[in-house]
């Protein structure tokens, strides 16, 4: 059962509200860029585009589908692991996500793409790949509240995630200039202290009430498998989806595919070990094995080397793996942190290594390793920065690191606050991680 208060809002409510004051935003302010408008084949002629294969739907949409399924698949599975909490884990991810992408569509176009002619914001695959990774910040939030919240403050979490996401790349990207590809910091760091800040806001004395519900049984961990198994094979465009075309592109892949591989098998090692038995804790597999993919974000399209990113991979590993077995519980004895996924450790700490590895790759860059040529199209030291040193791109990462830290904990402080007023349908602390409250529940329970 949810909370008893005088008054809740509902989530029909809520949902049509939304979604009727996206239609009229959407008609006041969306409109389709150069590329997917019917004036694409005057553009084609005036640009001297010889043929529609240029069309950038060509180059992204590939990527565009591997990262929708990491948000809607990936992530939605991941959250399943909990014996009675599969249906809010894959079906609440599914709602926020869909909520999600439409309010970053808007947020990331008054920032990014807001035409000063016709003030309309004009969108086209990229902008797609964007609102989805805008998204993952807050399905990585609703991860540390997994099975503590309702629905409808999921959509506030999610409301307010979007907009500070947009303010907070627009200083990292725009203001500062730092290089993010991958979104370590931007997209992880962001939304890891966002998620675990409201959820100490929103701390439970009581949750040992429903303890039993906290874990897993066979069939749940194979289905949060599968969206670790999701995650894992598609991390790779998750990192370069966005990066430059070209080299930029292809070094994102290669990169990521190495750190990826290197902390599975530092993560099984960690995992067998720390066992008694030598036996794996399945936990850390579903997890800690995609550490290397967050911490490889920021430097993905940097020239870190193969061997680089193996050694990133293999230290992520090892932090993510030990953060399940000591941290997790630490944080929530002492710091009063109850953090159902642990994104702390897979996502908090690997991105924080992220952002630590893009400012020393940057800073330690040079000439004779990039190229003169190389060096300005990978760091983009154009305009307003065309005379910054890599020295200095360095302090700007590391700034950076620090601007999506700033942004998580004070958002989510403040967001907390206001997930914390009685009107928004919260479980009762005996009801956490039952999906009894919230959905038309059809098995049987009894046997577990």
């Given at each position: 059962m949810?909370k008893n208060t005088n008054i809740?809002?509902s989530l029909?409510?809520?949902?049509?509200?939304w979604?009727?004051a996206m239609?009229?935003?959407?008609?006041?302010?969306?409109?389709?860029?150069?590329?997917?408008?019917t004036h694409?084949?005057e553009h084609?002629?005036k640009k001297?585009?010889?043929?529609n294969?240029?069309?950038d739907?060509y180059y992204?949409?590939p990527?565009?589908?591997?990262?929708?399924v990491?948000i809607?698949v990936?992530?939605?599975?991941?959250m399943t692991?909990?014996?009675?909490?599969s249906?809010?884990?894959v079906g609440?991810?599914f709602?926020?996500a869909?909520?999600?992408i439409?309010?970053?569509?808007l947020?990331?176009?008054?920032f990014?793409h807001l035409?000063?002619?016709?003030w309309k914001?004009k969108?086209?695959?990229?902008?797609?790949?964007?609102?989805?990774?805008c998204v993952a910040?807050?399905?990585i939030?609703?991860g540390a509240c997994?099975g503590?919240v309702?629905?409808?403050?999921?959509m506030?979490?999610?409301?307010?995630?979007?907009t500070l996401?947009?303010?907070e790349e627009?200083?990292?990207l725009?203001?500062l200039?730092a290089k993010?590809?991958?979104?370590?910091m931007?997209?992880?760091?962001f939304g890891?202290?966002y998620g675990?800040t409201i959820s100490?806001?929103?701390?439970?004395?009581?949750l040992?009430?429903?303890?039993?519900l906290?874990g897993?049984v066979?069939?749940?961990?194979?289905f949060?498998m599968?969206g670790?198994l999701?995650?894992?094979?598609?991390?790779p465009?998750f990192?370069?989806?966005?990066?430059?075309?070209?080299?930029?592109q292809?070094?994102?892949?290669?990169?990521?595919y190495?750190?990826?591989a290197s902390?599975v098998l530092?993560?099984?090692a960690i995992?067998s070990?720390?066992?008694?038995?030598?036996?794996?804790d399945?936990?850390h597999?579903?997890?800690?094995?995609?550490?290397?993919g967050v911490?490889m974000?920021t430097?993905?399209?940097?020239?870190?080397t193969p061997?680089g990113?193996l050694?990133?991979?293999f230290?992520?590993?090892?932090?993510s793996t030990f953060?399940y077995l000591f941290?997790?519980?630490?944080?929530e004895?002492?710091?009063k942190i109850?953090d159902?996924?642990g994104?702390?450790?897979l996502h908090a700490?690997p991105g924080?290594?992220?952002?630590?590895?893009?400012?020393?790759?940057?800073?330690?860059a040079?000439e004779?390793?990039?190229?003169?040529?190389g060096l300005?199209?990978?760091?983009?030291f154009?305009?307003?920065?065309?005379?910054?040193t890599?020295?200095?791109?360095?302090?700007y990462?590391a700034?950076?690191?620090?601007?999506?830290?700033a942004f998580g904990?004070v958002?989510?402080?403040?967001?907390?606050?206001?997930l914390?007023?009685?009107i928004?349908?919260?479980?009762?602390?005996v009801n956490c991680?039952?999906?009894d409250?919230y959905w038309?529940v059809?098995?049987?329970?009894?046997?577990?």
């Amino acid at each position: 059962m949810a909370k008893n208060t005088n008054i809740r809002i509902s989530l029909p409510a809520v949902c049509f509200v939304w979604q009727i004051a996206m239609i009229i935003l959407f008609g006041v302010f969306i409109r389709y860029d150069e590329e997917s408008d019917t004036h694409w084949i005057e553009h084609r002629r005036k640009k001297n585009i010889s043929t529609n294969l240029e069309n950038d739907f060509y180059y992204r949409y590939p990527s565009f589908q591997d990262v929708h399924v990491m948000i809607f698949v990936g992530f939605g599975f991941l959250m399943t692991f909990l014996k009675r909490y599969s249906f809010g884990g894959v079906g609440f991810n599914f709602l926020i996500a869909a909520f999600g992408i439409q309010w970053a569509l808007l947020m990331q176009g008054w920032f990014h793409h807001l035409d000063e002619h016709d003030w309309k914001i004009k969108i086209g695959v990229e902008n797609l790949i964007n609102a989805d990774f805008c998204v993952a910040s807050c399905l990585i939030a609703y991860g540390a509240c997994l099975g503590k919240v309702s629905p409808v403050q999921l959509m506030v979490l999610t409301l307010f995630g979007v907009t500070l996401f947009a303010v907070e790349e627009y200083i990292i990207l725009e203001l500062l200039h730092a290089k993010d590809a991958g979104g370590s910091m931007v997209i992880h760091t962001f939304g890891a202290y966002y998620g675990l800040t409201i959820s100490w806001v929103l701390y439970r004395p009581l949750l040992s009430q429903s303890k039993h519900l906290q874990g897993s049984v066979y069939h749940s961990d194979v289905f949060a498998m599968i969206g670790t198994l999701f995650l894992w094979m598609y991390w790779p465009s998750f990192n370069s989806a966005i990066a430059d075309h070209g080299d930029g592109q292809h070094r994102a892949v290669i990169n990521t595919y190495l750190a990826l591989a290197s902390s599975v098998l530092t993560t099984f090692a960690i995992s067998s070990i720390s066992q008694n038995n030598g036996k794996l804790d399945m936990v850390h597999i579903q997890n800690a094995t995609l550490a290397g993919g967050v911490a490889m974000g920021t430097a993905s399209e940097f020239m870190i080397t193969p061997y680089g990113s193996l050694i990133v991979g293999f230290c992520s590993g090892i932090v993510s793996t030990f953060g399940y077995l000591f941290l997790t519980p630490f944080m929530e004895k002492t710091l009063k942190i109850q953090d159902t996924c642990g994104i702390h450790n897979l996502h908090a700490m690997p991105g924080v290594i992220g952002g630590i590895v893009g400012a020393i790759t940057a800073a330690s860059a040079s000439e004779s390793v990039y190229g003169q040529e190389g060096l300005i199209n990978t760091f983009d030291f154009k305009d307003a920065v065309a005379n910054r040193t890599v020295n200095i791109q360095g302090g700007y990462q590391a700034a950076a690191l620090f601007v999506a830290i700033a942004f998580g904990l004070v958002g989510g402080a403040l967001v907390g606050g206001i997930l914390k007023l009685p009107i928004w349908g919260d479980p009762a602390d005996v009801n956490c991680f039952d999906d009894d409250v919230y959905w038309e529940v059809i098995v049987n329970f009894s046997s577990e």
